[in-house]
């Protein structure tokens, strides 16, 4: 875990598309895309056990076909 202390600061965490600035900046095209797929759900109850479990997730909303891994967008 990174902790970044600068005086009165605090910086708990750093992650993806995150930035610490200061004074006059002028940030352009910065971008960040992401997207997860989870296919086990939730499980509610006592001593409840999952064991061999098959999960099947079905995306349709084409995201991985719109952008590229530099994050620009098919055809741009």
């Known amino acids: 875990m990174v902790k970044i202390l600068f005086n009165d600061l605090q910086i708990q965490s ?3 598309s995150s930035g610490v600035f200061s004074g006059h900046n002028i940030i ?3 971008k960040h895309y992401s997207k997860s797929n989870e296919g086990f759900g939730s499980m509610k109850g ?3 056990v999952s064991e061999h479990g098959h ?3 079905i995306d349709n909303d084409l995201m991985e ?3 590229k891994k530099d994050g620009k967008r098919w055809g741009s």
């Open 55 to 57: 999960h099947l997730v």
């Open 14 to 16: 750093v992650s993806q």
């Open 28 to 30: 352009s095209d910065w």
């Open 65 to 67: 076909l719109i952008y």
């Open 46 to 48: 006592k001593e409840n």
